[in-house]
Antibody, heavy 120, light 107 residues
């Protein structure tokens, strides 16, 4: 069965960096676009970034553009989110999510999430 | 950016009742809209995609309709496990956006 497991969250000071990892299993990872979606405490969902199945393209929310980088290693079935210049407003649970189908940008499988807290 | 506005913010109903949730887009998203259910402490779960298609394993009491800017998620008869927060999401334009959510609570 499809399994997505995020890791790498924690408490970090403003301006510092953090890298999140999402380990995927149970499906052909290299065939699916992958996304990061976040949820601030007690708030709604916010899409963060996408990377195409073959790494040919990426896209970002304006709120993270220039600070966050999404990447993937298809040989390791792993998705990454490099987060630089972190701000208090980046505090959230970060989920990795699989596209339902190539270029069908809905999310049919989600990880359990990893909490990132940006605080001094 | 396409803004999705969900209403009502909270819906107080009893088990067995019908729930009607609304999602309105700031511009047309064609039929490219999904609905998710989220329970406390859990990741969201895909319910509907492309406005009216049920995702795998979703019970028939869930249905979706609409196109353009106005969409509806209907739960025909609420089961105890349906009390949760529901989000809509559009994929017509970048960035992908979600609505603010509707909480369906037990009356």
């Amino acid at each position: 069965q499809v399994h997505l497991v995020e890791s790498g969250g924690g408490v970090v000071q403003p301006g510092r960096s953090l890298r999140l990892t999402c380990a995927a299993s149970g499906f052909i990872f290299s065939s699916y676009g992958m996304h990061w979606v976040r949820q601030a405490p007690g708030k709604g969902l916010e899409w963060v970034a996408v990377i195409w199945y073959d790494r040919s393209n990426e896209n970002y929310a304006d709120s993270v553009k220039g600070r966050f980088t999404i990447a993937r290693d298809n040989s390791k079935n792993t998705l990454y989110l490099q987060m630089n210049s972190l701000r208090a407003e980046d505090t959230a649970v970060y989920y990795c999510a699989r596209e339902r189908r190539t270029n069908m940008y809905y999310f049919d499988y989600w990880g359990q999430g990893t909490l990132v807290t940006v605080s001094s | 950016e396409i803004v999705l506005t969900q209403s009502p913010a909270t819906l107080s109903l009893s088990p067995g009742e019908r729930a009607t949730l609304s999602c309105r887009a700031s511009q047309s998203v064609s039929s490219y809209l999904a609905w998710y259910q989220q329970k406390p402490g859990q990741a969201p779960r895909l319910l509907m995609y492309d406005a009216s298609n049920r995702a795998t394993g979703i019970p028939a009491r869930f249905s979706g309709s609409g196109s353009g800017t106005d969409f509806t998620l209907t739960i025909s008869s609420l089961e105890p496990e349906d009390f949760a927060v529901y989000y809509c999401q559009q994929r017509n334009n970048w960035p992908l956006t979600f609505g603010g959510g509707t909480k369906v609570e037990i009356k």
